[in-house]
């Protein structure tokens, strides 16, 4: 059951391109119209960040920022958001290389372990401050619930919003 | 090395440091690589067909509709996937098929033989992943159907295997024990039952796999989710046939296993039996509803304990009995009497497995494997028996304390679980409980407080590493083992720093690569304790090595001292006592004309260096609140006090017990897995509907180590803290929840609708 040809031609959708704007850069992507934003990142730019946790909306782990606003990367069609400007964890850092202030705090409060959840987690902690969701560790807490950390970071995790939200406000 | 390598002046500095994690950076920026990851010239993608049916056999497969959609390449099943030789009996030290064993012995896509449901029976490889999803759903299996085994206690294979993993005994005779209860004034019986957990680890299984043809030779690369490097090279090897230096399992970072991810080779083999066939490198990652089929899981248990004891709590003879259920291509069965054999000093203990094959997917270990469920019941009847005899339950326990293992009659080394209970009592308050069930209350919530015990073998196995030091004054360490969150990059490079005598900043690590010297799959609580010492002695190795070049060079300010009287700090060699007379590392390599010294160490398995009775112990305290009118449980606190010897690193191990102590947390009040009791097929799929601890889920945490380093585990003194902070929470919370309530909860999960109805 081997394809002889080993090869299709592809079809007119599939030779569709598209631009995405990813960190303020412009990245042409091979769009099928089925492509996540998710599987563009990982597959087709090399910015494999942005992680899979589940592909349907459920852990958080895919995580980006649309235009300053978190949305989930499985969830979002690549078509869907030409001109738009998307932000992933490669984005937050300063050219230089510093860290943005969630980064240094997630590192300094031990705020995962595997490491897999921790853009997502990141990603959803800058939205919480910029947001002003972050007010009370009970509201960190609440907002953060859609990104599941199975090695259970959760206490330091807040403890390093609580952190780089004072960081944030400088 | 021919010279004594111990007493070379080797100070501990970096080990018992709070260093940040050596792969921080790289993880908050993204930039740690993950399986699935791995940018690969010319990769496939592929889907899985699952199937849809539990027991039976595939009639059909008609994948011409697949073939036919833009962008396939193949379809591999059974019918055209190449044959494999039989797994290994056994690997790691461990036992890996027949009954006991650890793996899955099936094979993928060798027959049409359905032995669970949503078995992989079809690979659809294609150029993009989207395509590859979209003809997956063109495939059309047809089957020979037949009703799956469901039922426990009617299943025609029943076992009551001698031994698990080919290590811990499984059957020891209760005809001692029974006549004791006998005898016994207070006598207790009690059921308990937990159902199947899933390890859901945040990365799923993905594969890439790759063949390359040279010198007439196949070669097979591997970039896989394993903790298991050096294991699944050599099951690839025996499975394809292959000498194993002609396969090489690369796994650079994992996305968390949690007991998953080693003993489950049919995702992998799989990929390489599908990327054989298309003859180009291929990547499948498997979806989080096939987690729920191909990914392992803790099985479901229904124990029952037996004790008899004197009125003043002491226990004369206790018996534990389990059911368990596997699937039909796997032996493997929980241990749930490890920690009822060694836990208290009860003269008279019996304990039996039994496991029923079913047509449901293959069970395998899960973070404290036995003694999450098994620790659970006994935690729990030794508190039921606390409030029969109105004793304080930690008084139960010091009336009942084991300085001998009663297994084999051995004092317990450097035990120190009456510190444990003494420092917990404190720091959690618990001399202020109310001993009288349902007496304190705020609000519609009722409050109450339970403990229980917490241990884990403190075991040790062989493992390689190499050390090598470089002309730049740098150094690295290279074994094959792991970092899937245990923070292995940071302890091991701790240990490597203190053993070249460098600072941590000079120090490179590199893990999970079977080019590396072989090590133990990241298992059993014993990385740190296994891998440590080659890391510790390589790198001693690397510096000896370099002591010599430089007090045989005559134009170094060390020529001709003696051995011993040179010492190492900060990179930089010198005479003791004269400290100004030395060199740095570099100077020495540079002026021999030396790029680099390399040098490769062996740590002995536990066994070899004398293993006496070595137990991690802790104490755990929760303090939980029952919603009266909804019967939802919150935990409110969780606090434990922990002998784990050494930490390595006192961050990365905090983290890691209160990680562990919130993963129990989910198995205690939230986690089931179920499959529909008619068809076998998996009901629960998604994160959705299996619920783990979110961030709001999480209680105060308050953990604590002892930290005293144990000497029988060697120089390092550390033991392993994976799972130690699992053990005895999920005993602490239900024994919480009757103090709050006066309601003893004997299934897990906890749910609301139980506690309502109970």
Same mark, same amino acid.
């Given at each position: 059951m081997i394809n002889p040809s080993l090869s299709h031609s592809t079809t007119e959708s599939e030779e569709a391109s598209t631009v995405l704007r990813i960190n303020g850069h412009d990245h042409r992507i091979a769009a099928d119209a089925r492509t996540t934003v998710l599987d563009a990142l990982r597959e087709q730019t090399g910015l494999t960040g942005t992680k899979k946790g589940c592909d349907h909306g459920q852990c958080g782990?895919?995580? %980006?920022?649309?235009?300053?606003?978190?949305?989930?990367?499985?969830?979002?069609?690549? %078509?869907?958001?030409?001109?738009?400007?998307?932000?992933?964890?490669?984005?937050?850092?300063?050219?230089?290389?510093?860290?943005?202030?969630?980064?240094?705090?997630?590192?300094?409060?031990?705020?995962?372990?595997?490491?897999?959840?921790?853009?997502?987690?990141?990603?959803?902690?800058?939205?919480? %401050?910029?947001?002003?969701?972050?007010?009370?560790?009970?509201?960190?807490?609440?907002?953060?619930?859609?990104?599941?950390?199975?090695?259970?970071a959760y206490p330091n995790i807040v403890a390093a919003i609580v952190e780089a939200r004072e960081a944030m406000r400088r | 090395m021919d010279k004594p390598l111990a007493n070379l002046g080797t100070v501990f500095t970096s080990i018992g440091q709070d260093h940040p994690r050596s792969d921080g950076r790289r993880k908050v920026m993204g930039a740690a690589t993950y399986t699935a990851e791995w940018q690969i010239p010319g990769l496939t993608y592929g889907a899985v067909v699952d199937s849809a049916i539990a027991r039976g056999t595939v009639r059909a497969i008609d994948a011409s509709a697949a073939l036919a959609a833009p962008g396939v390449l193949a379809v591999v099943t059974h019918e055209n996937a190449p044959r494999l030789h039989a797994l290994p009996s056994h690997g790691a030290g461990q036992q890996i098929t027949g009954e006991g064993g650890l793996g899955e012995e099936r094979q993928p896509l060798q027959d049409g033989t359905i032995h669970y449901g949503a078995q992989s029976v079809a690979v659809v490889?294609? !150029?993009?992943?989207?395509?590859?999803?979209?003809?997956?759903? /063109?495939?059309?299996?047809?089957?020979?159907?037949?009703?799956?085994?469901? =039922?426990?206690?009617?299943?025609?294979?029943?076992?009551?295997?001698k031994m698990f993993a080919g290590t811990d005994l499984l059957q020891q005779s209760a005809d001692d024990a029974r006549a004791a209860i006998a005898e016994a004034p207070v006598r207790l019986e009690r059921k308990y039952d937990s159902s199947i957990n899933h390890h859901n680890?945040?990365?799923?299984?993905?594969?890439?796999?790759?063949?390359?043809?040279?010198?007439?030779?196949?070669?097979?690369?591997?970039?896989?989710?394993?903790?298991?490097?050096? /294991?699944?090279? !050599?099951?690839?090897?025996?499975?394809?046939?292959?000498?194993?230096? &002609?396969?090489?399992?690369?796994?650079?970072?994992? $996305?968390?296993?949690?007991?998953? +991810?080693?003993?489950?080779?049919?995702?992998?083999?799989?990929?390489?039996?599908?990327?054989?066939?298309?003859?180009?490198? /291929?990547?499948?990652?498997?979806?989080?509803q096939q987690m729920f089929s191909v990914a392992g899981h803790r099985p479901p248990t229904q124990q029952t304990l037996s004790l008899g004891a004197s009125r003043d709590g002491r226990i004369a003879g206790l018996v534990h009995e389990s059911h368990t259920h596997s699937s039909p291509v796997s032996g493997y069965i929980e241990p749930v009497a490890r920690m009822t054999s060694m836990?208290?000093?009860?003269? &008279?203990?019996?304990?039996?497995?039994?496991?029923?094959?079913? &047509?449901?997917?293959?069970?395998?270990?899960?973070?404290?494997?036995?003694?999450?469920?098994?620790?659970?019941?006994?935690?729990?009847?030794? =508190?039921?028996?606390?409030?029969?005899?109105?004793?304080?339950?930690?008084?139960?326990?010091?009336? &009942?304390?084991?300085?001998?293992?009663?297994?084999? $009659?051995?004092?317990?080394?450097? +035990?120190?679980?009456?510190?444990?209970?003494a420092r917990g009592r404190e720091l959690f308050g618990w001399d202020s409980r109310p001993s009288v069930p349902g007496a304190r209350r705020v609000g519609n919530h009722f409050i109450g407080q339970g403990m229980a015990s917490s241990t884990h073998p403190a075991l040790q196995m062989g493992s390689s590493a190499q050390a090598t030091i470089f002309a730049d004054g740098s150094a690295r360490v290279r074994s094959a083992t792991h970092e899937i969150g245990n923070g292995a990059y940071t302890a091991l490079g701790q240990i490597a720093a203190d053993g070249f005598a460098l600072s941590l900043d000079r120090v490179h690590i590199e893990l999970g690569d079977t080019n590396f010297p072989t090590a133990i799959p990241a298992m059993g609580s014993m990385t740190t304790s296994s891998v440590g010492p080659a890391v510790l002695s390589a790198a001693r190795c690397a510096l000896a090595a370099l002591k010599e070049l430089a007090?045989? !060079?005559?134009?170094?300010?060390?020529?001709?001292?003696?051995?011993?009287?040179?010492?190492?700090?900060? $990179?930089?060699?010198?005479?003791?006592?004269?400290?100004?007379?030395?060199?740095?590392?570099?100077?020495?390599?540079?002026?021999?004309?030396?790029t680099e010294i390399v040098a490769d160490s062996t740590s002995p398995a536990g066994k070899e260096i004398k293993q006496p009775e070595m137990y991690s112990f802790g104490a755990v305290f929760a303090e939980v609140r029952v919603d009266e009118a909804t019967g939802v449980v919150r935990v409110a606190r969780l606090c434990g006090v922990y002998d784990v010897g050494r930490l390595i690193n006192p961050r990365t191990a905090h983290s890691q017990l209160m990680g562990g102590m919130i993963f129990a947390l989910g198995a205690t009040l939230m986690e089931e897995s179920l499959y529909d009791p008619q068809s076998g097929l998996p009901v629960i799929r998604n994160l959705a509907d299996y619920h783990i601890p979110s961030c709001a889920d999480t209680p105060q945490i308050h953990v604590e180590a002892l930290n005293v380093p144990d000497p029988n585990i060697g120089e390092l003194g550390a033991h392993g803290v994976g799972e130690m902070g699992c053990n005895g929470v999920p005993a602490a919370i239900t024994n919480a929840i009757f103090n709050a309530t006066g309601k003893r909860m004997r299934r897990l999960p906890i749910t609301p609708d139980q506690l309502l109805a109970n």
């Open positions: 782990a895919c995580t %980006v920022h649309l235009d300053g606003t978190p949305v989930l990367a499985c969830l979002t069609l690549a %078509v869907s958001v030409r001109g738009r400007e998307i932000t992933t964890i490669e984005g937050l850092a300063g050219e230089d290389g510093t860290l943005h202030p969630m980064q240094q705090a997630f590192i300094d409060h031990d705020a995962f372990q595997c490491g897999y959840c921790t853009p997502g987690q990141i990603m959803s902690a800058v939205a919480c %401050v910029k947001e002003g969701q972050a007010g009370s560790c009970a509201e960190i807490q609440e907002f953060m619930s859609g990104n599941l950390c199975r090695c259970a | 490889v294609a !150029d993009t992943p989207e395509q590859a999803r979209y003809a997956a759903t /063109l495939v059309r299996v047809t089957y020979d159907s037949q009703p799956p085994e469901l =039922d426990w206690h009617s299943a025609r294979r029943q076992k009551s295997p680890p945040m990365e799923m299984l993905a594969t890439i796999a790759q063949w390359d043809q040279r010198n007439g030779e196949e070669f097979l690369t591997l970039h896989d989710t394993t903790r298991a490097v050096s /294991l699944l090279r !050599d099951v690839c090897a025996t499975s394809f046939g292959l000498p194993s230096a &002609n396969v090489r399992v690369v796994s650079h970072f994992l $996305g968390g296993a949690f007991g998953s +991810k080693s003993w489950t080779f049919f995702n992998p083999l799989l990929v390489a039996l599908a990327a054989r066939v298309v003859n180009r490198p /291929l990547k499948i990652e498997w979806r989080r836990m208290y000093d009860i003269p &008279n203990i019996g304990f039996s497995n039994r496991v029923s094959h079913l &047509n449901l997917p293959s069970p395998c270990v899960m973070r404290g494997p036995g003694m999450v469920p098994g620790g659970w019941l006994l935690e729990c009847m030794l =508190d039921e028996l606390a409030s029969e005899l109105a004793i304080d339950p930690i008084e139960l326990r010091l009336r &009942n304390y084991a300085e001998k293992n009663p297994a084999t $009659g051995q004092p317990f080394f450097n +035990k120190r679980l009456r510190e444990c209970y007090i045989r !060079d005559a134009e170094s300010p060390l020529f001709g001292a003696a051995f011993f009287a040179v010492d190492a700090r900060e $990179g930089r060699l010198f005479l003791r006592g004269q400290p100004s007379v030395g060199e740095e590392y570099s100077a020495i390599l540079r002026r021999a004309g030396r």
